[in-house]
């Protein structure tokens, strides 16, 4: 086994590092081609990744655009599977297919090692031609630096760690930040709690989320994300850095729903006075809770490989690194289109990545080589 002392390393031609949807979306692909790989997750087990976020989660598209290719989502098509059907979803698709999941691996470092990639997991060590990171684009959770300064007795959680109401203290709770996960999570958490909410959304879809609009409003959105918002068209190659940088609309909970619920809707967090939450415009909020709504942050340093710009964001075109031979992204924001990252596009970007995998393989030079060799 690798890792053992003296024992050889573990080689497979390509690597995927991380199994939710992109990374076992970019299997299928290599499947459908007869390439070897391996898929490496951190998570103890397929769909981990969806089963861990909070428990009323749904996702926002209909279940008949949440399928990966070659199987369709088992659910009426307009409903909105839960993220546990989702998880589900994800590991009945890696048995049907019998993709190579090793799940409990988490990567330490990915360097070079001659004309091919070291990964590192713990006591484990891999060797591969080809590397795919499809770790996702947001791991790592982001609050700011004053959050440590409230007093202790508050009760502090990230989206990331927020499960349901019961993890509360009874009394005020204050969410930061109006994007979708602060405006759903407020709208629960007010049922049980007086609750404040921090900040302005960036927009609201013009039209109430549901059925009717997964019929109607949706596959337009669809259209435009997938044909129109590309890096094929004009149009698409000068949205794509407003959108890597535009906060999303509000989907399914709206400003108007909130204020009917009852949560108040108060400026954005800007410090800490006596050890409580200081805003913007000078009021203290007396709260027990806090639920920070702030998102996450991206961090590949532990990729040790000169594929990155000024910002620490990889440099690829369509998930291919063409400076690193062999290095591939999946799953990230505009990958290719304004839908790369979500579920109804990463089988396309998958596609792409897995027929360019395929193309540098040994035994495909040899084939085109003998190919070209009969044509002379």
Not at 101 to 130: C, I, L, M, P, Q
Not at 184 to 202: C, D, M, N, Q, Y
Not at 233 to 247: D, E, Q, S
Request: hydrophobic residues 40%.
């Amino acid at each position: 086994m690798a890792g053992e002392p003296g024992a050889p390393d573990d080689h497979i031609e390509t690597l995927i590092i991380g199994g939710g949807q992109a990374g076992i979306a970019t299997g299928y692909q290599l499947s459908r081609l007869g390439r070897p790989f391996l898929i490496l997750d951190a998570s103890a087990r397929v769909g981990d990744a969806w089963r861990t976020r909070w428990d009323s989660l749904r996702l926002f598209t209909p279940a008949k655009y949440n399928g990966l290719d070659g199987m369709r989502f088992d659910a009426p098509s307009v409903s909105f599977p839960t993220k546990d059907e989702m998880a589900d979803y994800l590991e009945t698709y890696v048995a049907r297919f019998d993709l190579p999941v090793r799940t409990g691996v988490k990567v330490d470092t990915v360097s070079r090692n001659g004309h091919g990639y070291v990964v590192n997991a713990g006591e484990k060590r891999f060797t591969a031609a080809n590397v795919v990171i499809a770790a996702g684009a947001h791991q790592i959770p982001k609050a700011p630096p004053f959050a440590r300064e409230l007093d202790p007795s508050i009760v502090q959680l990230h989206s990331f760690e927020y499960k349901g109401p019961a993890q509360l203290k009874d009394g005020p709770t204050l969410v930061v930040g109006l994007g979708n996960s602060g405006a759903e999570i407020a709208f629960e958490v007010v049922r049980t709690h007086p609750t404040l909410i921090a900040g302005k959304p960036s927009a609201e879809i013009p039209a109430k989320h549901g059925p009717r609009a997964a019929r109607t409003l949706l596959p337009i959105i669809r259209f435009v994300g997938t044909h129109v918002l590309n890096l094929r068209t004009p149009i698409g190659r000068r949205f794509k850095p407003k959108f890597i940088k535009l906060a999303a609309p509000l989907i399914r909970v709206k400003l108007k729903d909130l204020a009917s619920a009852g949560v108040e809707q108060v400026a954005r967090v800007v410090g800490v006075r006596n050890g409580k939450p200081l805003l913007e415009d000078g009021r203290v909020a007396e709260v027990a809770n806090v639920i920070w709504c702030t998102g996450f942050r991206q961090d590949y340093r532990w990729i040790d490989l000169p594929a990155f710009d000024d910002e620490g964001m990889p440099i690829h075109d369509r998930g291919v690194v063409t400076s690193e031979a062999g290095l591939y992204f999946m799953g990230l924001l505009f990958q290719f289109a304004a839908v790369s990252d979500t579920l109804p596009g990463v089988s396309r970007d998958a596609k792409h990545v897995a027929k360019h995998i395929a193309s540098r393989s040994p035994s495909d030079r040899a084939a085109r080589a003998t190919r070209e060799e009969g044509a002379r």
